[in-house]
């Protein structure tokens, strides 16, 4: 059975930093295309950052340069941080592991960033 455990979302201040998990377990993520995708209340799931086989990264407009996303093969872990962190920042983060054939979606973990 293949899951997808997200971990590390909470209620910061605007510029404060998280760093958000997403453990697996059933895949190794080294054989996966990596994603974190987040949707905002009201607003359609949008794709933040991805993570190729190679570890190399990319992510949106929105979050360069504030967000970094990386991998752990050995621990079977992506992980998301995130500095400087806004209001429209705010949303549940999704982590999505993605191959040609099938793909699978964490249960999501909540960002809020509110003064």
């Known amino acids: 059975q293949v899951q997808l455990v997200e971990s590390g979302g909470g209620l910061v201040q605007p510029g404060e930093s998280l760093r958000l998990s997403c453990g697996a377990s059933?895949?190794?993520?080294?054989?996966?295309?990596m994603h974190w995708y987040r949707q905002a209340p009201g607003k359609q799931r949008e794709l933040v950052a991805t993570i190729a086989r190679d570890g190399a990264a990319d992510y949106i407009d929105s979050v360069k340069g504030r967000f970094t996303m990386s991998k752990d093969n050995t621990k079977n872990t992506v992980y998301l941080q995130m500095n400087s962190l806004q209001p429209e920042d705010t949303a549940v983060y999704y982590c999505?592991?993605?191959?040609?054939?099938?793909?699978?979606w964490g249960q999501g973990t909540q960002v809020t960033v509110s003064s």
């Open positions: 059933g895949i190794s993520v080294s054989l996966y295309v």
């Open positions: 999505h592991a993605q191959t040609a054939w099938i793909d699978y």
